[in-house]
């Protein structure tokens, strides 16, 4: 059975950092590209990035462009979403999913971006 | 603002069928195949048609997928209670490289 667990959120200050993960478990990871989605609060799903199995294909949503910075390690079957330079409009729900079709999502990690 | 357009939302009692649009354009939708999933609160969204019109299995076959041109539909027939929810489409967009969500639909059962 396909299990993602994202970790890593909290609160953050304005131009901080955080680094989310995410655990993937029940198929052979690194054959699938890995996104990453967020839902600000009260807003619908935002696409933020996507990393292909290998690593080697890397795209990213204009809004997070230059500040985040997707990766992966397939020996360990996780992504990971480094995020820098983060505003309050930034703050929401990161979920990680899996594969072009979005077929699994993680249940999602809250992200807090306030003074 | 979402690239892809859906109506806010859509309503209809028990057993009655609802549709769902997405519209988009030549450089997503209209190149692309397209994906729908079902989000509760606080839970993770789940995909119930893919590559336009294929149902996942466990899916119920009251849920089906069409495109044509730049848009999309979502069917639900036969709407039960536990149908209520927001329903997304999303594509990927070749210009600029990158995957794309509509809005969001909210289906209430009435």
């Known amino acids: 059975e396909v299990h993602l667990v994202e970790s890593g959120g909290g609160l953050v200050k304005p131009g901080g950092s955080l680094r989310l993960s995410c655990a993937a478990s029940g198929f052979t990871f690194s054959s699938y590209n890995m996104n990453w989605v967020r839902q600000a609060p009260g807003r619908g799903l935002e696409w933020v990035a996507s990393i292909s199995g290998t690593g080697t294909n890397i795209y990213y949503g204009g809004s997070v462009r230059g500040r985040f910075t997707v990766s992966r390690d397939n020996a360990t079957n996780s992504v990971f979403l480094q995020m820098n330079a983060l505003t309050v409009d930034d703050t929401g729900v990161y979920h990680c999913?899996?594969?072009?079709?979005?077929?699994?999502w993680g249940q999602g990690i809250l992200v807090t971006v306030s003074s | 603002q979402p690239v892809l357009t859906q109506p806010p939302s859509a309503s209809a009692t028990p057993g009655q069928r609802v549709t769902i649009s997405c519209s988009g354009s030549?450089?997503?939708?209209?190149?692309?195949?397209v994906h729908w999933y079902q989000h509760l609160p606080g839970t993770a969204p789940k995909m119930i048609i893919y590559y336009n019109n294929q149902r996942p299995s466990g899916v119920p076959d009251r849920f089906s997928g069409s495109k044509s041109g730049t848009s999309a539909s979502l069917a639900i027939s036969g709407l039960q209670s536990e149908d209520e929810a927001v329903y997304y489409c999303a594509t990927w967009d070749d210009s600029p490289n990158g995957r794309v969500f509509g809005g969001g639909t909210k289906v209430t059962v009435l």
């Open positions: 999913a899996r594969d072009a079709t979005l077929d699994y």
């Open positions: 030549t450089s997503n939708v209209g190149r692309n195949s």
